[in-house]
């Protein structure tokens, strides 16, 4: 995995080529992914942890 973000304040995603979401768990996860053109992969989990909401971004190149 090339980067990993826990809870960035915002992040920057350009030239999507497809996104794509999931509710893992009803009001406490939702997962999302983002295809890039240039085929870079990116996951974005959006869950409650202790009460509080938490992201995490992971993002690596699909080719590897």
Known sequence: ????????DEFLLDDIKMFHYETM??????????????????HLNIFLKDGKLETRYEEWDADK
């Open 25 to 42: 768990d009803p009001k406490r996860h939702l997962w999302c992914a983002f295809y890039m053109e240039n085929g870079r992969i990116g």
């Open 1 to 8: 995995m090339d980067k990993l973000l826990h809870n960035p």
